[in-house]
């Protein structure tokens, strides 16, 4: 793929909609071109989207948009994701690792199959693809990580008891890989959002639960914004959401394990 475009480039994975759609949009009106990735045919018409004018922005009119459709849980799909990136012909400024799901519902009841799928697109693609932006960024000298993860990593997750612990992974990871790559000029930073409404829950089989109704929820464009934000300043942590899902955050730090996997499951817990 050949270009004559001057901007910066950015990847977005989990493009097609909710936060990872935001990311992008916030991205395009900062000024850069996309390559964004989803696992259905809704990546398409995102990209079209992003395609059109926003009439605000650095040269937003002017956006390049590729849309890649992968499947982030094969090796395969994380490799196509990053020949679609090598294909644009230049660097790499900015990676959003973004693709994330869900699965809610007690652990006696959950499909495996779906949990190891989970598992295989929180933890296992972010580390793949970040094998692959990393070592490309460190050679040029400089680029931008975010990595989406979420407040469920501060807590235990009774009702999602294997969705937590990816999230509090991908903070791990992130915290770690932001230390080796001090004096590098590539940044790492972690968006942790609140419950966002988005389609995350009802995805996750959440509609029977607190989070089946998405009126009390972050917006999500907000959510973005302020990672996004934090990215371009280096930070190395956002919680995305309003004042409240802050002090949640700031307050799991103190709380005890215990305490927070019962106010989690009672919010979590399937209603009968």
Excluded: C
């Excluded at 004559?4 to 909609?17: K, M, N």
């Excluded at 080796?180 to 409404?197: C, F, H, I, N």
């Excluded at 959440?206 to 934000?229: C, H, I, L, P, Y």
């Amino acid at each position: 793929m050949t270009t004559t475009s001057h901007r910066p480039l950015a990847l977005v994975t989990g493009g097609s909609s909710g936060i990872g759609l935001e990311l992008a949009r916030a991205l395009r009106d900062r000024g850069h071109d996309l390559v964004v990735v989803g696992s259905s045919e809704r990546v398409e018409e995102a990209a079209e989207e992003l395609r059109r004018p926003s009439g605000s922005g650095q040269d937003a009119e002017d956006a390049e948009v590729t849309a890649v459709r992968a499947d982030l849980t094969t090796y395969d799909g994380v490799e196509a994701v990053w020949a679609a990136v090598q294909a644009a012909g230049r660097p790499l400024d900015v990676a959003a690792l973004n693709a994330g799901m869900g699965v809610g519902g007690a652990f006696v009841d959950t499909d495996l199959d779906e949990e190891l799928r989970m598992i295989a697109l929180n933890v296992t693609s972010q580390v793949h693809l970040a094998k692959r932006v990393v070592p490309a960024m460190v050679a040029r000298g400089s680029g931008r990580v975010l990595f989406t993860s979420s407040i469920s990593a501060t807590t235990p997750t009774p009702y999602e008891p294997v969705y937590g612990p990816t999230r509090a992974f991908v903070l791990s990871f992130a915290d770690g890989l932001r230390e080796e790559l001090r004096g590098t000029g590539v940044s790492v930073t972690t968006l942790l959002p609140g419950a966002t409404d988005s389609e995350f829950h009802a995805r996750a089989g959440m509609g029977d639960t607190k989070f089946g109704d998405n009126s009390w929820k972050n917006d999500r464009a907000t959510v973005a914004r302020q990672g996004v934000e934090a990215l371009m300043r280096g930070r190395a942590h956002v919680v995305g959401g309003d004042p409240a899902t802050k002090r949640t955050a700031l307050v799991n730090k103190f709380l005890p394990e215990g305490l927070k996997a019962a106010r989690q499951g009672k919010a979590a817990r399937p209603q009968q």
